[in-house]
């Protein structure tokens, strides 16, 4: 299959995805090398944290925007190599990283999209499936079934002439899916001050504004004005699974050079103690 040719000229793709890239770098920064320890009370680390929290729509909303779902294999190659990063590292293989969790949306996307579309009754009822299986899908990848709801997000975005459904259903969808996802990581990171909780309310706020305002656009005169630092934004804009591979590896090998006790080499588990308990009790 002949890959498509990329436009010259930087795209709002390239704007969209570089600032996800930096939220998702800025994320990881915290949890390899700046953790939270209760006992320290260094509640500011979890600045790390939130700020991440606000590139997990973006990435699945793009999944339902884009044209194609295809599952190339270089998105194969990229979850086992993670994967295998992590068991090197000390990690744990479930949740499967979130590559494989690209796959499976990739993968159930039209069928999940055709049925939340057909009426308001299926939307209703698959945002409670999605909802109530986020946690039990949680232990299998990463982030787990709720991601799905940006990427029907997504959909709606890209393909607003086959709604046919009153506009406020589509409005409550997409009001109910940030701000369970918001509930959820409040849930997660447990450790948050007001300030930090207000962040994250209004940053998935402007995330939200932000998806449904997207358009497929080029920007020549961007371009031109920044001269040789364009091809740096191309880079981040097209090229954001290998650096997301690449980073990984690059954290994880430092962590385990000066963590070594919170990092061991091979001392993989299969699962994260904390999570099963989360779920099962």
Known sequence: MTQKALPAEITSYDLLKTLALILMIIDHTGHFFFPYVASAQNVEVIWFRVLGRFCIPIWFFLIGYAQTKDIPPRLWAGAVLTLLGAMIAGGVILPLNILFTIMIARYIRDGVVRKTLEKPEHMRGMFFLLAFGTLPTSLAFEYGSIIMLFVVFGHIRRHPESITMDKKYIH??????????????GLTIRVLTVPQMVSLFAGFAVVGALLWSFRPMTY????????????LLKLTGRRTLEIYVLHLIVFRGLAMYFYPDQHVFWGWKIAEPGLVSMVVQ
């Open 220 to 231: 020549p005169r961007l371009t031109r004005a920044l001269g040789p630092l364009q091809y």
């Open 172 to 185: 409550l969808f997409v009001f109910l899916s940030f701000f369970l996802f918001l509930l959820m990581q």
